[in-house]
């Protein structure tokens, strides 16, 4: 089975702070997305990476900046936290199955409730 | 536009009863994929069903039952003799090839059963 793996479950950092939410999966998959979970908007895509060192923004990136220096894994930047940025994140991540792999199901993590105080 | 409408915010029903979940999507594509995921209170989605754009024909797992008709652009969910277990927030999704980069969410359903 695929694993997504997010490094913490429940975060509590201050506003101001440089946040960093850690995703890893064991599955080979190329495309890693983030996504941040609100009530009432669903999951919204923040940023993804189809390669390493590739990354495409998705629709709400400000405010944010990814990493993926390895395969394995992805990680979402908070450059200077905010209270608006409490929320649920969400790491997921599928194979490249062909030239269109948005086909593939999502395998998400866990989840980070992250808290900005 | 939202791509994806899940109109039930929340649903509440006693257990054994049946529930549908709606799905209303919106593509010009003729090619697509539509999902359907289960968010269970421990938080990770799990991936449930896929469908796609050139399959119509209705699927049966157990209890869930999905119904999907592009005429009226929707990806319903049924589940039958519903349990305690089935409470989750459930999410409608959409992947469309001419915006290959994206799977778009609609917002949930939070279904909750009555034991």
């Known amino acids: 089975d695929v694993k997504v793996t997010q490094s913490s479950r429940y975060l509590v950092k201050r506003t101001g702070e440089k946040v960093f939410l850690e995703c890893v999966q064991d599955m080979d998959h190329e495309n890693m997305f983030w996504y941040r979970q609100d009530p009432g908007l669903g999951l919204r895509l923040i940023y993804f990476s189809y390669d390493v060192k590739m990354k495409e923004k998705g629709d709400i990136p400000e405010g944010y900046s990814v990493s993926r220096e390895k395969k394995e894994r992805f990680s979402l930047i908070l450059e200077s936290a905010s209270t608006n940025q409490t929320s649920m994140y969400l790491c997921a991540s599928t194979p490249r199955t062909g030239w269109w792999s948005y086909n593939s199901p999502l395998h998400f993590g866990n989840g980070t409730r992250l808290t900005v105080t | 536009a939202q791509k994806v409408t899940q109109a039930q915010t929340e649903i509440s029903v006693v257990e054994k009863e049946d529930v549908t979940l709606d799905c209303v999507y919106e593509t010009r594509d003729t090619t697509y994929y539509l999902f359907w995921y289960k968010q269970p209170p421990s938080g990770e989605l799990v991936f449930l069903i896929r469908?796609?754009?050139?399959?119509?024909q209705n699927e049966i797992s157990g209890r869930y039952s999905w119904n999907f008709q592009k005429s009226t652009s929707s990806f319903n969910f049924t589940i039958t003799a519903s349990q305690v277990v089935d409470s989750a927030v459930y999410f409608c999704a959409l992947s469309e090839i001419s915006t290959g980069n994206q799977f778009y969410f609609g917002t949930g359903t939070s279904l909750t059963v009555i034991p």
């Open positions: 469908r796609n754009s050139f399959d119509e």
